[in-house]
């Protein structure tokens, strides 16, 4: 009872707050400063050179969609990158680039879906690995997150055994999902001759990407799903991972909020086995017991939007929260 009281408490707070919360941010009109196209994919660049460089990206406010009642609708304005095109049978070998990055191996394959980046670390180990999906949102691409949230340093800083996968995902609302089936991500990367592990499947997904994120629910390997500021939409879809679907009872959730706290925490506190916290903890230690074991943990950020995945305090301490294996 004190428990359950507790997290009433805490939601009913966090719904208070979340009301209020980035109610008078400006809203992005063109896309952030990023230069991604101009480099050599999968080439170490500025960020992955440096640890302690901030993003040099400029960072635009969240972006939700226009079925949100209280919020303003975006722009539709966009960035348009030109896209190559890609001839694709379906059956064929995909082209990729090979490099190294942080003394790990990466590869860029081009799809006519757009790039996807995957990136294993140096001592990676595919007979006991798992596989993670990292999910763009908004604003930006798979070589633009790849490059500017330094994606491969907060891979590596995680200490998880694990092939990353970062694929294309929509860039604004008027994108279409580019991978409605994971199965077809999945397909992607084993054509490009890069064998996946057997591992479990976590999928982690930033603001937008819970479009793409939704779709993948009931695929029958995804073990747990992390959300980044991205509970939007999409609550069946979520209410069936994690309660109603038939490997339900198998899954995992976290849901971090900070821009969209007040949705998040209107979702989690239908659960009563959900469990809630106020904060991002330092490291794993910060965790109680019972919040690392539990089936659902939402995390009421200290961080805003885009440091959510910016600031290397996230992402890599996420990771190791999962049933992936430590390197």
Do not use: C
């Amino acid at each position: 009872m004190k428990l359950s009281f507790a997290i009433a408490s805490f939601l009913s707070a966090t719904l208070a707050l979340g009301s209020q919360a980035h109610a008078d941010d400006p809203l992005p009109t063109e896309e952030p400063a990023a230069n991604a196209d101009h480099d050599e994919p999968g080439t170490p660049n500025e960020n992955t050179e440096h640890a302690d460089a901030p993003p040099s990206a400029t960072e635009p406010a969240a972006e939700v969609p226009a079925t949100t009642p209280h919020r303003a609708r975006l722009s539709s304005s966009t960035m348009r990158r030109p896209r190559l095109q890609v001839k694709d049978d379906g059956e064929s070998r995909l082209e990729k680039k090979e490099d190294t990055v942080l003394d790990g191996r990466h590869w860029r394959i081009s799809t006519a879906q757009g790039s996807v980046h995957v990136w294993v670390p140096p001592d990676y180990d595919r007979e006991t690995a798992g596989t993670v999906v990292y999910v763009h949102g908004y604003w930006t691409d798979a070589d633009g997150a790849w490059k500017n949230y330094d994606l491969a340093r907060q891979f590596k800083m995680s200490h998880q055994n694990a092939l990353f996968i970062v694929p294309d995902a929509p860039s604004s609302m008027e994108d279409n999902v580019k991978w409605p089936a994971l199965t077809d991500l999945r397909r992607a990367v084993t054509r490009a001759n890069i064998k996946l592990p057997d591992g479990p499947v976590v999928v982690m997904g930033h603001s937008g990407a819970f479009r793409t994120v939704m779709q993948w629910v009931d695929h029958r390997l995804v073990d747990q799903i992390i959300l980044l500021d991205a509970m939007y939409a999409g609550e069946q879809a979520f209410d069936e991972f994690i309660k109603s679907g038939k490997r339900a009872d198998e899954h995992k959730m976290i849901i971090v909020g900070a821009s969209v706290a007040q949705e998040s925490a209107a979702f989690v506190s239908k659960y009563k086995f959900a469990l809630a916290r106020e904060k991002v903890p330092d490291s794993m230690s910060g965790f109680t017991k019972k919040e690392r074991q539990a089936k659902l943990l939402y995390i009421h950020s200290q961080y805003s939007h885009y440091p959510i995945v910016t600031n290397r305090k996230v992402i890599p301490l996420l990771l190791r929260a999962t049933r992936l294996k430590s390197l």
